[in-house]
């Protein structure tokens, strides 16, 4: 007897192996389905599943805390714990 609902090895029928993770994910058997999920903080932003989950979006300045979601790179603004950091400028200083 095999759990067809829960075995990676046996997921949904005999013999239906769920594919392995690739970075930064997580391969599981969910109700007889295989599914990769991204590990926390990551992400899948280029639509590609043969690459993983490619994006760290605590620091990745072009995708920070979500696909797509840019900081202001000509303003030097970097991307921490997932937010484009934000910092006044100097007295008399203006951008």
Do not use: W, Y
């Not at 990745?60 to 970097?78: E, I, L, S």
């Not at 714990?81 to 008399?92: F, Q, R």
């Amino acid at each position: 007897c095999r759990d067809l609902v829960n075995d990676k090895s046996f997921c949904g029928s005999c013999k239906i192996f769920c594919p392995n993770a690739r970075n930064n994910q997580v391969s599981s058997c969910r109700k007889g389905l295989c599914e990769l999920e991204c590990l926390p903080g990551f992400a899948d932003c280029n639509g590609d599943p043969t690459d993983g989950c490619e994006i760290d979006l605590r620091v990745h300045p072009a995708n920070c805390g979500g696909c797509g979601k840019a900081c202001d790179f000509g303003a030097g603004q970097p991307c921490i714990d997932g937010k484009c950091l934000m910092t006044e400028c100097e007295a008399g200083v203006s951008r």
